[in-house]
């Protein structure tokens, strides 16, 4: 069964750049699909963007341009999402989430602020 373990949130200011990672460990054939989901408070948790193990990709129309989703060169089913231009909206939980099962990981706190 695979886990997955965000990391790289923090604090931005509006206008910065955060690079989270989300790391599967256990047993894993071939690549993962792996999406980025954010939970504000107060909120429902929506989609933010997916990698399917074909390595096409999806964004949510709010981060189109602004976030990227990419695997590792290395290590394959470690996923990467950079977030640049962060603004007000984005300040979330953000959680990863093995596409088409039940595991997410325990999510990261993003922050932005002046």
């Known amino acids: 069964q695979v886990q997955l373990a965000e990391s790289g949130g923090g604090l931005a200011q509006p206008g910065g750049s955060l690079r989270l990672s989300c790391a599967p460990s256990?047993?894993?054939?071939?690549?993962?699909?792996i999406g980025w989901y954010r939970q504000a408070a107060g909120k429902q948790r929506e989609v933010v963007a997916r990698?399917?193990?074909?390595?096409?990709?999806?964004y949510a129309d709010s981060v189109q341009g602004r976030f990227t989703i990419s695997r590792d060169n290395a290590a394959q089913n470690l996923v990467y999402l950079k977030m640049n231009n962060l603004k007000p909206e984005d300040p979330a939980v953000y959680y990863c989430?093995?596409?088409?099962?039940?595991?997410w990981g325990q999510g990261t706190q993003v922050t932005v602020s002046s």
């Open positions: 989430h093995h596409l088409g099962t039940l595991t």
């Open positions: 256990g047993t894993m054939f071939g690549r993962l699909g």
């Open positions: 990698i399917f193990p074909d390595d096409n990709i999806k």
